[in-house]
């Protein structure tokens, strides 16, 4: 998985996810750097809608990619 592979080494953390019927997916990593996570919509036809929130957190960067 392209997207898994890009957030880099770390712990693994769990994420739980609502995805209200969409085929979604979530991972996330917590490394030196702080916490990657990867939502992936497995819906080409759909796109996908998500909000994101993290105790612990207060803001992040949004990288969008599509894997080939």
């Not at 019927?21 to 919509?41: C, E, S």
Request: charged share 20%; no cysteine.
């Amino acid at each position: 998985l392209l997207a898994f592979d890009q957030m880099g080494g770390g712990a693994r953390v769990p994420v739980k996810i609502s995805s209200n019927g969409m085929n979604l997916t979530a991972h996330a990593v917590k490394n030196g750097r702080g916490l990657a996570l990867a939502v992936i919509n497995k819906d080409a036809a759909q796109d996908a809608d998500a909000t994101i929130r993290v105790s612990g957190y207060r803001s992040g960067i949004i990288q969008e990619g599509q894997d080939q």
